[in-house]
């Protein structure tokens, strides 16, 4: 059976809120192979930090990572970051120094980012993330 999601995408679901998955269960209802996600949500949710069983009809979609716009680094790269502060950028489409998020996302998209560190300016790790799983914002969305 192929499940519509992956270990670690961080899905919205149903009346509860966003959780990460952390693993995958079959259930046999009525002669029917039934996909299940143990989910991991926050501890305002579930204090208890334990993974809840939640049946995939529950899912809403991914949860895509807003990527908020920070500036253009000294080598000339775009700076996002995430909620938890890791940096992304591109590093193939370079741009003036000031240049605002509506003249960089005029030219770039979620398809030309990749994990640069923790830091503004740091060395890029160059590992290309999912663009089906960002999001690039001029401010935090709700």
Request: proline content about 6%; overall charge negative.
């Given at each position: 059976m192929k499940y519509k999601y992956q270990l670690t995408d961080e899905v919205n679901v149903e009346s509860l809120g966003i959780g990460k998955i952390k693993d995958f269960q079959i259930s046999r209802i009525d002669?029917?192979?039934?996909?299940?996600?143990?989910?991991?949500?926050?501890?305002?949710?579930?204090?208890?930090?334990?993974?809840r069983n939640i049946w995939e009809s529950s899912i809403t979609g991914i949860h895509k990572r807003q990527l908020k716009f920070e500036g253009i680094d000294d080598w000339n790269r775009p700076v996002f970051k995430d909620h938890n502060n890791n940096r992304f950028g591109d590093?193939?489409?370079?741009?003036?120094?000031?240049?605002?998020?509506?003249?960089?996302?005029?030219?770039?998209?979620?398809?030309?980012?990749?994990?640069?560190?923790?830091?503004?300016?740091?060395?890029p790790m160059g590992t290309l993330i999912n663009p089906d799983k960002i999001k690039l914002v001029k401010e935090w969305e709700e």
């Open positions: 002669n029917q192979d039934i996909p299940s996600y143990w989910i991991l949500f926050s501890e305002e949710i579930y204090p208890d930090k334990q993974p590093v193939d489409n370079l741009f003036k120094w000031g240049s605002t998020f509506e003249i960089v996302t005029s030219k770039i998209s979620e398809k030309h980012i990749c994990y640069f560190g923790s830091t503004f300016g740091c060395e």
